[in-house]
């Protein structure tokens, strides 16, 4: 019969991976950024994100990029610390920081919708799935003016693109993000259908 603290013993490394990356991933910066920046309390304007979208909205593109750039790197450096103990470690890592931002513990479990993380976590596990995606996101955006749907057009290919890849552990770690990041935009996706979604450089909403 297994031992118990065998199991254990075996499995410990796996959590820790996993809790090591949501704790990165649950790094606040946009809220952090516009705190030290003077722009108060970046959950009291616009959606009440604290994305680099959101960021934006206090006119600052500046500190909206470093914000977007900042939650795509804690997705790629967990990956790439969780890469140093193998795949699966990797896989691991990456899925927890994808996570902490989404639900930071230190903001009561209110994050981020995830979409910079994303792209940061695919662009370590596979560079070229990553920047099939950023290039996905951006020729939407130009086309439609809509950031929100490019949005989700990019991480619906990334399983897609993961699968064309032939690497079966990045498509799961791909499905289970983009259905996260599809949950989180449900108002985005009403407004689409609705006709009121604010395009990229018009009238701002929630």
Not at 4 to 28: E, K, N, Q, V
Not at 41 to 49: P, Q, T, V
Not at 74 to 98: H, Q
Not at 157 to 175: D, K, R, T, Y
Request: hydrophobic share 55%; net charge positive.
């Amino acid at each position: 019969m297994p031992s118990p603290m065998g199991d254990l013993t075996y499995l410990w490394p796996y959590w820790a991976a996993a809790a090591l990356g949501y704790l990165l991933g649950s790094i606040p910066f946009g809220l952090l950024l516009t705190r030290l920046a003077g722009l108060g309390d970046i959950r009291a304007i616009g959606s009440g994100n604290i994305g680099a979208t959101n960021v934006l909205r206090t006119g600052n593109r500046g500190l909206a990029a470093l914000t977007l750039l900042l939650d795509g790197g804690k997705g790629a450096v967990a990956v790439l610390l969780g890469a140093m103990y193998g795949p699966d470690m990797t896989i691991l890592a990456g899925g927890g920081a994808f996570i902490g931002h989404l639900f930071p513990v230190w903001l009561r479990f209110r994050g981020g919708k995830g979409v910079a993380t994303y792209l940061g976590v695919m662009l370590a596990v596979n560079w070229l799935a990553g920047v099939l995606c950023c290039l996905i996101w951006l020729a939407v955006a130009a086309l439609s003016r809509y950031s929100s749907l490019a949005a989700l057009i990019a991480v619906a290919a990334g399983p897609a693109l993961a699968w064309w890849l032939g690497n079966w552990q990045i498509m799961e770690l791909a499905v289970f993000m983009a259905i996260l990041v599809f949950i989180r935009h449900h108002q985005n996706i009403r407004r689409l259908f609705s006709g009121s979604e604010p395009r990229i450089g018009g009238k701002n909403s929630p």
